[in-house]
């Protein structure tokens, strides 16, 4: 029978809820569990697909299309599991399922209420993750106990444990147990009300995990386990870590995952721990002989968690490289002006990231020429690669108003354009293009020697698309259309064979990238990068040549 863990935070937000749900999950499947994961979010908004980046960090998209909360990312990161969009449910989502079947009647005319109606809603979510062959389904609630958006879900959780039976249920409690330098301790009673304010609402938690900045000593567990009414040993120090790779091991070695697995009802003498692989990224993160120094131009560089996954996948790729990527965050809107071609020319390398709207493009654009024209590896993704295109059929094919649609519909040259806008189809006009999408790559290029593969998947969130009636010219000029959709209708990925790395994706490879497995192109993005490092001149290629990267 499927078991399920709730992991609720108190005290504060951005304790690490995600990182914890996430490192339990890691530690799970190292027992030889199927594990999956879901978040539940107290906002209203039906989905993050709306959201600013800038307020609410990045959206992570799923192979079917779901957009989701950023914690997500942590989710696949860790467990390696690809999730689906029913591991993301938000209040929105479960409000608009119970008007809609108010309205259709479903409820036979009956008030309709939060209990039991809408926590109903959010334990039939629950239990669909459930029924898909898990083993273990770990729920993060989020937000703090105590808000007033997270009531539902907290009753909704409460009532599970009766559901479905007390040893299938254990309930985690992430708090803050902080150091006040005046008195020189470490204070308990955050910890303390904010157990006290989850057992108002129903639920004794079977494990406390106690975040510091100092390990906590036996004495002070023995402290909130006499207070909160919780074993010893069922109280879990998770003191800041070097590294969030580094949480799991951390974790493992508190006892977390033997006090879930016992009050679980699982035997870890049949599921015995092999932390190898995970041991082994950890050692690659430590194992770093040389700084490399990647340069992120986006336009929501204020709040870097609104490209989290990008950063998470460039570290992913120097880990492998053997060296520690010193990520530059670079306002688009600084570029040129402030930040000139002698800034970006001290850099490494460059990643051009996804974006929508207008604001900071023409920096975008300016990053892109001075990577080109200097040689410097260069990676544009979805918007990234459209402001390479931009850029080269400005200064490389002549066509000084080219632009895109999204930012000048009255363009003389187009080249980037909604689908609709290229080829008579209507009915796509003003859709986004969400999830995994298949394209096919031209043997021999450079992306096809980075995958290792002329068929490849990759997920997707745009609407705007490279306008197919450049693509020969763009390929006379030099800037080769090196993957497309297997219709050939859309191209997926443009790169110039003659420099040392430049390469641009419609696609969203940040999404895919794994700690232990970096994604192809942030690989060959950080390889060409390293080679920048160590001196050499940058090398351009010849038409019948390949670069490769060590």
């Known amino acids: 029978m499927t078991k399920f863990v709730f992991v609720t935070g108190g005290v504060s937000s951005s304790l690490g809820k995600g990182l914890t749900a996430s490192s339990l999950g890691r530690l799970l499947k190292s027992r030889g569990l199927r594990v999956t994961m879901c978040k539940l979010d107290p906002y209203i908004n039906v989905d993050p697909g709306t ?6 960090g990045e959206v992570f998209v799923t192979d079917d299309g779901g957009e989701t909360d950023l914690d997500l990312g942590h989710y696949e990161r860790f467990i390696d599991e690809s999730l689906t969009k029913m591991s993301n449910t938000t209040t929105g989502s479960i409000y608009s399922n119970v008007i809609a079947k108010e309205r259709r009647g479903d409820y036979l005319g009956k ?4 209990i039991p109606h809408v926590t109903d809603e959010i334990k039939d979510r629950i239990r669909r993750l459930g029924s898909l062959g898990a083993d273990v389904v770990i729920v993060e609630i989020g ?5 007033i958006e997270i009531v539902p879900f907290i009753e909704a959780i409460r009532q599970y444990r009766r559901d479905a039976g007390r040893g299938n249920v254990c309930y985690v409690h992430l ?3 902080p150091y006040l330098a005046p008195s020189g301790e470490q204070k ?3 910890t303390q009300h904010s157990v006290t304010e989850l057992r108002s609402r129903g639920i004794q938690p079977d494990v406390i995990v106690c975040r510091s900045d100092q390990p906590i000593s036996e004495g002070l567990k023995r402290k909130i386990s006499l207070l909160c009414d919780v074993p010893a040993n069922a109280v879990i120090s998770a003191v800041d870590a070097p590294s969030i790779y580094d949480i799991p091991i951390t974790l493992h070695e508190e006892g977390l995952d033997r006090i879930v697995c016992d009050t679980l009802d699982i035997d870890i003498e049949e599921h015995p721990i092999d932390l190898s692989i995970w041991r082994s990224v950890v050692k ?3 194992s770093t002989n040389r700084t490399l120094r990647i340069g992120v131009v986006g336009k929501y560089v204020a709040m870097p968690d609104a490209y989290l996954s990008v950063a998470e996948s460039i570290r992913h790729a120097g880990f492998a490289h053997g060296a520690k990527t010193q990520i530059e965050w670079i306002d688009a809107e600084m570029v040129p002006d402030q930040i000139g071609a002698d800034v970006l020319r001290q850099l490494d390398g460059i990643v051009v990231p996804g974006g929508f709207g207008e604001r900071g493009i023409e920096g975008m654009v300016a990053t892109a020429k001075i990577a080109r024209e200097n040689g410097i590896p260069y990676l544009g993704i979805c918007l990234g690669m459209q402001v390479m295109v931009i850029e080269y059929a400005r200064h490389v094919l002549g066509l000084s108003d080219a632009n895109s649609t999204e930012f000048n519909s009255s363009s003389s040259a187009p080249v980037i354009a909604l689908m609709a806008e290229q080829v008579e189809v209507t009915d796509m006009g003003g859709t986004m293009r969400l999830g995994a999408y298949p394209a096919m790559l031209t043997e021999g290029s450079v992306v096809a020697r980075l995958y290792n593969a002329t068929v490849v998947s990759e997920r997707h969130r745009h609407r705007y698309e490279f306008n197919a009636r450049y693509r020969e010219q763009f390929e006379k000029a030099g800037l080769q259309c090196s993957g497309a959709s297997p219709d050939g209708r859309l191209v997926e990925f443009v790169e110039d064979p003659t420099h040392p790395f430049f390469v641009g994706t419609q696609a969203h490879p940040e999404f ?9 192109l942030f690989d060959g993005l950080v390889g060409g990068a390293a080679q920048r490092a160590e001196g050499r001149e940058p090398h351009i290629f010849a038409p019948d040549e390949v670069p490769t990267f060590s």
């Open 188 to 190: 308990t009673k955050p």
């Open 111 to 114: 008030t309709v209420q939060v």
């Open 512 to 520: 895919k990238s794994r700690p232990d497995r970096p994604h192809p």
């Open 51 to 56: 959201m600013n980046p800038g307020e609410h």
């Open 284 to 286: 690659g993160v430590h």
């Open 143 to 147: 937000g703090t106990v105590g808000d």
């Open 175 to 177: 708090t803050l147990v």
